[in-house]
């Protein structure tokens, strides 16, 4: 399986993105699919995340602004990042928890980040 994360790059202040996460290969189900950031000198946390019951979770700083939403067709999940900030810069990360027919049991994965930097 693999994840891929896309869509990052340099906005400025007010600005919007959209973040695109992929999965591929042996894949039966996606159950749980998690966006997260991490600034430089910081943890990596939580920002938005997705059930396999399309419910959502977003952390306070982003409700309003930040949309996730997921297309089962394509095993991609996508973060619409609308009234972006300074603050929102960071390294956005894809977590992705499924079920891998081939396996004995839920399989975890991580993308390789994508870059999002919010100019003033």
């Known amino acids: 399986v693999q994840v891929v994360e896309s869509g990052g790059g340099l906005v400025q202040a007010g600005g919007s993105l959209r973040l695109s996460c992929n999965s591929s290969?042996?894949?039966?189900?996606?159950?749980?699919v998690g966006w997260y950031r991490q600034a430089p000198g910081q943890q990596r946390n939580l920002v938005a995340r997705i059930l396999d019951d399309d419910s959502t979770n977003y952390v306070d700083s982003v409700k309003g602004r930040f949309t996730i939403s997921r297309d089962n067709a394509k095993n991609t999940v996508y973060l619409q990042m609308n009234s972006l900030k300074p603050d929102d810069t960071a390294v956005y990360y894809c977590?992705?928890?499924?079920?891998?027919?081939?396996?004995?049991?839920?399989?975890?994965?991580w993308g390789q980040g994508t870059q999002v930097t919010v100019s003033s």
């Open positions: 977590y992705v928890k499924l079920i891998d027919p081939t396996a004995t049991a839920p399989q975890e994965y």
């Open positions: 290969g042996n894949i039966y189900q996606i159950y749980f």
